[in-house]
């Protein structure tokens, strides 16, 4: 195939340098034999990874050679009919021959033509999709929760992504091959205070604060200059936040004096106990993972977080990514002091790269001393233009999850940074594919670029099994109901029984990143095995996660922050003006509809729509595969009925998430937003079920909310000035909710036009509108 001269510009601008020489060396001198599975899987595994894979878009216009490189390399994975190894031959031949990079990427686009099925014909009948993504459990919960509460849903984030014993831990993270010699003389200076058996003076009595003032007397004799400094509360309240009073953390000094301590200036975080008990394990980490969530908040580019725990002489080092937290395993400090020792070195002098600070935003103070933060990405046209950063305006409170963090820029654009799984089809190829398709009301791309992967932070790393909780609150399909606790002493009982499980036939993951995709691949985890569902765990050992930042156009305020009825009622309705093209006109269903995904925009910097879509992470285009990504549970107050009961996703669960984001709005938001006197504020709001709880218990309390009594009561609960909302719910429940012949509700989706659904719903809400 002839390139185009734009690919050739991008091409030449990014080369692949030796990205393929592994291959090649293994490829030696093909001459006209069949290539073999393998030699194409490493290929393709390679080219995939490659920095000009996301840059280069596929000869169709759908999406970027990336995408199908991988769709491509999971087919040959698994065998499948339309992956005839002969059609792989000019392409392993140019690898052998070590071609220019030119022609190596033309048999890519050839390969591709190739191998493309023909474009299935729309369909009038909404499709449905196999698996709904659901956002990470804690993140909606708030900071007035329970301690209980919010460890119970952190548990059921992390327990299936946490591992133990960690092969290269130390090497990785505290290597002295790799400090300078003031470091290794700090080293030195704290490994002279062990005698060969023991550190003298360790208190033979470990209670928390001997143990506390040891730890400072090796600061103050060995790490006296180090940027970073341990720090203690002593008393409750010590925090600025009001929660997570940790027991040790290190961080920089402040330059000014205060009594209150920061979350955002956390660099590493510890948990200290008096005494060593292995059945405590689920504890101490639940509440070491409580602290966390609470310094992603306040340090939501952070890439990962140090923690340690320090029981008596037990210590175990730790790191939080967002894609679940890691150890080095337990040791006893006194039979290990070498390890002890380059932690407390690591801690007390790591740079920020090590310590997973943000190092994509540039920082600059200007003579008034005010910082100011600048991103550098690519444009529409691959040129790299540098974007000013204004305001935080979104921001997400847990830690195995997308960590979305949104900046509104001085363009008047959002700046969006988030980790997406990598077997998910990145959010910038769903909008410039939105927007080729002429897809009216949703956000445009303005710039990106992608910043680090997960499988880049975690290089050199030997992972093994997962740990295994054996008492695990929940089973895997019926997440923990956290509502109230009806046994407590149960609950510590069962908690006891953690244990660690044998690393016996455990997968690897290799140490490199294009090795860790090949991996992957020779695994089988190939499109058309895989059919993971709500509750399904991924095959994988970790999820990947790809770490980029996209400028969108145009900026707008979250739904929730409606100053009239009118705007509510004329944002919800754009935005579904909005869903409807995309989903029509685009062949997309957006998947994820919830407060934070609908935005109030101005009509003239949006096509005329007064609301908007964004966020389409989790979208999948009609008639596609399933993802086969890991799905944790989260944020399920907008989710539609049969969703929640594991049903395939369409565009009417959609319609009924945005149904769901309206009640929200009137009866618990409009609170806040100065509708009414928050002293007639219900106690206790109804749609607390809605939040709190397992699926099916969230299943069937809003069942029961979507007959005509149980929205009367939901109405009940919004402000007087909201009254003339009501008659629009309620006709928007008769659309959405018909009875069957017995006089239950329906919650299927009707087969026909989909205008079935959206015209009325429309009508209703102009009808509102004219009414107001």
Request: with cysteine.
């Amino acid at each position: 195939m002839v390139l185009a001269q734009q690919a050739i510009d991008i091409i030449l601008k990014r080369p692949l340098n030796d990205t393929l020489e592994h291959c090649r060396r293994k490829l030696g001198d093909l001459h006209d034999t069949k290539p073999r599975q393998e030699d194409v899987a490493s290929i393709l595994g390679a080219l995939v990874v490659s920095p000009v894979a996301f840059s280069l878009i596929s000869p169709d216009g759908n999406g970027s050679i990336a995408a199908r490189l991988l769709s491509i390399a999971q087919l040959v994975r698994g065998g499948g009919t339309g992956a005839d190894l002969d059609h792989f031959r000019p392409l392993v031949r140019h690898v052998a021959a070590n071609s220019p990079d030119i022609d190596i990427w033309s048999a890519v686009f050839d390969l591709i033509t190739t191998l493309s099925p023909s474009t299935p014909p729309p369909s009038n009948i909404g499709p449905t999709f196999n698996g709904t993504p659901v956002k990470s459990s804690s993140s909606r919960l708030a900071d007035s929760e329970t301690r209980e509460t919010i460890e119970r849903e952190l548990f059921y984030e992390i327990k299936d992504c946490t591992f133990r014993n960690v092969g290269r831990f130390c090497d990785k993270f505290f290597n002295p091959k790799n400090w300078c010699k003031e470091q290794r003389a700090m080293l030195e200076a704290v490994m002279a205070e062990h005698d060969g058996k023991k550190w003298m003076g360790f208190p033979t009595i470990p209670d928390e604060q001997p143990v506390w003032a040891w730890l400072r007397s090796l600061e103050e004799l060995a790490l006296a200059d180090t940027p970073h400094k341990l720090y203690t509360t002593k008393t409750a309240h010590q925090f600025k936040e009001g929660n997570g009073q940790m027991d040790i953390f290190f961080q920089t000094p402040a330059t000014k004096a205060s009594d209150k301590f920061e979350h955002k200036d956390v660099l590493v975080v510890g948990e200290q106990k008096k005494s060593y008990d292995s059945s405590r394990f689920k504890a101490d980490l639940l509440q070491l993972t409580r602290y966390i969530r609470d310094i992603f908040y306040d340090q939501p580019t952070r890439r990962f977080v140090h923690a340690f725990t320090l029981c008596a002489s037990m210590m175990e080092l730790w790191v939080f990514d967002r894609s679940g937290a890691y150890s080095s395993g337990p040791f006893d400090i006194h039979d290990k002091p070498d390890m002890f020792a380059r932690a407390l070195v690591g801690y007390a002098t790591m740079d920020n790269e090590a310590m997973g600070l943000d190092l994509f935003i540039e920082r600059e103070t200007d003579a008034e001393s005010k910082e100011h933060r600048h991103v550098t990405l690519d444009d529409a046209n691959d040129n790299a233009t540098r974007i000013r950063l204004v305001q935080a305006m979104v921001r997400q409170k847990a830690v195995v999850c997308r960590g979305t963090t949104c900046f509104r820029t001085g363009s008047n654009h959002v700046a969006k940074f988030s980790w997406a799984s990598d077997k998910r089809k990145l959010e910038v190829e769903q909008l410039k594919l939105a927007e080729k398709r002429g897809v009216k009301g949703v956000a445009r791309v303005v710039a990106h670029r992608q910043i680090t992967t997960i499988a880049e932070l975690r290089e050199g790393l030997d992972f093994q099994e997962r740990h295994k909780f054996r008492s695990e609150e929940a089973s895997f399909e019926d997440p923990p109901s956290v509502a109230k606790s009806t046994n407590r002493s149960s609950n510590k009982r069962k908690s006891s029984s953690d244990h660690n499980s044998d690393a016996s036939g455990s997968k690897r993951r290799r140490s490199n990143s294009q090795k860790k995709l090949v991996q992957k691949l020779s695994n089988g985890l190939s499109i058309g095995k895989v059919k993971p569902s709500l509750y399904s765990r991924s095959e994988d050992l970790w999820e990947n996660r790809v770490y980029s930042c996209l400028v969108i156009s145009p900026a707008g305020r979250v739904i929730s922050d409606f100053k009239s009825v009118r705007e509510l009622l004329e944002s919800m309705r754009d935005a579904i003006r909005a869903h409807q093209s995309l989903y029509k006109t685009g062949n997309i269903l957006h998947r994820d509809i919830s407060s934070n995904n609908i935005i109030i925009t101005e009509p003239d910097t949006a096509d005329g729509f007064r609301g908007m879509l964004i966020d389409l992470d989790l979208a999948k285009v009609r008639d596609s595969s399933p993802s086969g990504a890991r799905h944790q549970t989260g944020t399920m107050q907008f989710m539609a009925v049969e969703v929640l009961r594991t049903a395939d996703h369409t565009y009417r669960h959609d319609l009924e998430s945005f149904f769901y984001v309206l009640l929200w709005m009137c009866a618990r938001q409009s609170w806040s937003n100065e509708f009414a006197s928050k002293e007639n504020r219900p106690k206790e709001s109804l749609l607390r079920r809605w939040e709190i709880g397992s699926f099916k218990y969230i299943a069937a309390a809003k069942e029961g909310d979507m007959t005509v009594n149980g929205l009367e009561r939901i109405m009940g609960e919004f402000p007087d000035a909201l009254d003339v909302v009501k008659p629009l719910c309620l006709k928007i429940r008769k659309v959405l909710f018909p009875l069957d012949n017995e006089e239950r509700i329906s919650f299927g989706t009707p087969a026909g036009d989909p205008d079935q659904l959206y015209a009325p719903i429309i009508a209703t809400y102009d009808e509102a509108i004219r009414n107001l």
